[in-house]
């Protein structure tokens, strides 16, 4: 796990465009941290967003977008947390508040 921490370390990864993203992380690191923390693909991927399928491609291979690369990146920086993650997600799915003024009137 330490050699994963350190591998998304700021200025490790020369990154000049957000396409270059996907290609900084690195998918078997990835995978053996999940496996280390004995995470289900569906588990580790939902903190992110993302569905177990979706997961499953990326770490097979498939080009990560760059949200989900920054999201990672900053997860694995310990920029951010499962706790941060979360509280994120409940405020996403939080139902919009009533009472506020309709457009039309």
Same mark, same amino acid.
């Given at each position: 796990?330490?050699? &994963?921490?350190?591998?998304?370390?700021?200025?490790?990864?020369? %990154?000049?465009?957000?396409?270059?993203?996907?290609?900084?992380?690195?998918? %078997?690191?990835?995978?053996?941290?999940?496996?280390?923390?004995?995470?289900?693909?569906?588990?580790?991927?939902?903190?992110?967003?993302?569905?177990?399928?979706?997961?499953?491609?990326?770490?097979?291979?498939?080009?990560?977008?760059?949200?989900?690369?920054? &999201? &990672?990146?900053?997860?694995?920086?310990?920029?951010?947390?499962?706790?941060?993650?979360?509280?994120?997600?409940?405020?996403?799915?939080?139902?919009?508040?009533?009472?506020?003024?309709?457009?039309?009137?």
């Amino acid at each position: 796990m330490e050699l &994963l921490e350190h591998h998304w370390q700021a200025g490790t990864h020369p %990154v000049s465009t957000a396409g270059e993203l996907s290609s900084v992380i690195d998918r %078997v690191l990835i995978i053996a941290y999940r496996k280390k923390k004995k995470e289900s693909q569906r588990r580790f991927w939902a903190r992110f967003g993302v569905t177990q399928s979706r997961g499953s491609r990326f770490e097979s291979g498939a080009e990560i977008p760059a949200p989900v690369s920054i &999201l &990672l990146g900053l997860y694995f920086n310990k920029t951010i947390s499962d706790g941060d993650l979360g509280r994120a997600e409940r405020v996403l799915r939080r139902p919009e508040p009533t009472g506020f003024i309709s457009q039309g009137q």
